[in-house]
């Protein structure tokens, strides 16, 4: 049987869902493939379930604070099992969402793992047999990311961020290896959830690429919560059993804990895809598109994490709609990569957006910028006198006045600099930042009181 569609989508996660859907909405006709849970990374196994475990793990901050605002407790203690059951019911009840959006838009969701048979067609595996051979006169792959381990010997015993969310509970030390975001946010969920981490960085510093400054007040924090940070350390074997594990280090150290979170980055997932039947490019990991996600096959397009460019869901989904917007909308645009706000919600929380202070150093030259910054213990930490100092910082071109980069370490700080993105993309000056009027008492008011 071959049935055909104006476009078949292979992946139902961010980037695939949004495309589907916008090009449906034109009057395309459009299968959406999927092998897994419909929902991709962001939902199932990312940033949903990974931002509650967030909220429920930050319930340690509150609770140790409560008794310096007149709150008796009598006592406390997390119970990660229940947090963890939680949020796999929330997780169900968004994939069923995602379900019936799919119905609503008109998009024929096929079950199964796609896989290219010619340049027009895909063949549907689903237990190992071709279930449907579907035709399409564009196609989309939006196949995403998998977490990559690194290849020591043991490697499979150790998690990967996937498999935190399928756990009934925590052991009570847990070796986390990866200083990047997956790193930090597990690192901070675990220890707020009463485990005890050690987090094993082969780097000298945590989350390379962000302002140094803001990197440099994440980990003073995680540190002072107690979380041990291990710099220049590389793991080099695992070993024992699931449970009762060992990490040895690449410096002959032994840390022996329940379980190792392997948080060592992600790799497009091309697996099974026979991009060769289609003679789509592959450029070392990844599918390279041009600005209209377009590969190099006319008709075959890609977006999201399989292209490896800006791997976060927002821009999956902006990089899918504008594809519909352009193919099937009459509306051609394309997706501005540049000044995209991003957040590490560690416990303080990072967010910036622009250039970090480093960048902008490189790009204008160090006498061609002006860096204004406030640290301080912000209101809410003064009754308890304990806790993590935020950081505010902006950096502005000097030739121009303008804000070439705002960073911020403290809590909301992803809320507060998705707002400030706003002004940065319009091109504020400092000379804007200063002009607006505080809101007083707040930690952002910073943003338009600092000096110079
Ligand atoms: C732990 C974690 C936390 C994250 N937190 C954040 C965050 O806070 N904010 C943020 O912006 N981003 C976050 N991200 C990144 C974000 O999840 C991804 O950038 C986003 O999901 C990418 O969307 P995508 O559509 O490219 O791929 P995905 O969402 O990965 O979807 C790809 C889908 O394709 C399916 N698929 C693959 N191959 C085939 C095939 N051959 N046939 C059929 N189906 C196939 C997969 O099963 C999957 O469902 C996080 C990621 C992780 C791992
Ligand atoms: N808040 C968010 O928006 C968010 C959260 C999670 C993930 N994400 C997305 O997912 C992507 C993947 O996250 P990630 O944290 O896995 O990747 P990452 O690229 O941010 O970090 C990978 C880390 O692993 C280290 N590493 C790699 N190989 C290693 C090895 N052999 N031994 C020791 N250390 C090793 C790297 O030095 C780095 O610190 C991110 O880049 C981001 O795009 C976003």
């Known amino acids: 049987m071959t049935d055909c569609f104006d476009l078949i989508v292979l992946g139902a996660g961010s980037g695939g869902l949004a495309a589907a859907k916008r090009a449906a909405s034109y009057g395309a006709s459009v299968a959406i493939v999927e092998g897994d849970r419909v929902g991709g990374t962001c939902v199932i196994r990312g940033c949903v379930p990974k931002k509650l475990l967030v909220y429920g793990s930050a319930y340690r901050h509150v609770l140790a604070d409560a008794a310096s605002y007149g709150w008796q407790l009598d006592g406390f203690r997390p119970d990660a099992s229940v947090l963890l059951a939680n949020v796999r019911r929330e997780v169900d009840r968004l994939n069923q969402l995602h379900i019936t959006l799919l119905e609503k838009a008109g998009v024929e969701l096929v079950r199964g793992w796609g896989r290219f048979a010619d340049p027009h067609h895909i063949e549907v595996i689903q237990d190992g047999e071709t279930n449907r051979r579907l035709k399409g006169e564009r196609i989309l792959i939006a ?183 352009t193919v099937y909308g009459n509306k051609p645009r394309q997706v501005n990569h540049d000044l995209v706000a991003s957040a590490v919600f560690s416990q303080p929380e990072l967010a910036g957006v622009g250039l970090s202070e480093e960048a902008a150093i490189e790009r204008f030259g160090a006498e061609g910028i002006r860096v204004h910054r406030a640290r301080f213990r912000p209101m809410a930490q003064a009754l308890p006198a304990r806790g993590p100092r935020v950081l505010l910082k902006l950096i502005v071109e000097s030739a121009t006045d303008k804000v070439v980069g705002c960073h911020m370490v403290g809590e909301h700080s992803a809320e507060i600099i998705q707002m400030a993105a706003i002004a940065i993309g319009m091109g504020a000056t400092k000379a804007d930042f200063d002009r607006t009027m505080a809101l007083h008492p707040s930690v952002a008011e910073e943003f338009v009181t600092m000096a110079g």
């Open 143 to 325: 196949a995403g990311g998998r977490p990559h381990r690194p290849t020591i010997p043991g490697a499979e015993l150790g998690w990967v961020s996937d498999d935190m969310f399928l756990q009934e509970s925590f052991p009570d030390r847990v070796v986390v290896v990866g200083a990047g975001f997956i790193a930090c946010e597990f690192a901070c969920i675990l220890h707020g959830l009463g485990v005890a981490v050690t987090l094993l960085v082969r780097g000298d510093h945590l989350l390379r690429g962000f302002d140094r400054e803001a990197s440099h007040a994440v980990q003073e924090a995680m540190e002072a919560e107690g979380i041990e940070i291990r710099f220049t350390h590389s793991p080099a074997a695992i070993t024992g059993v699931p449970g009762a594990l060992e990490l040895v280090t690449q410096s002959g150290e032994v840390l022996a804990c329940g379980g190792v979170l392997l948080a060592t980055g992600r790799r497009p997932f091309l697996e099974g895809l026979q991009l060769e039947c289609a003679g789509v490019a592959v450029e070392g990991h990844r599918i390279p598109v041009d600005a209209d996600q377009t590969t190099n096959v006319p008709h075959i397009h890609a977006v999201g994490d399989v292209t490896d460019r800006i791997n976060l869901t927002p821009v999956a989904v902006d990089e899918g709609r504008a594809f519909a917007d």
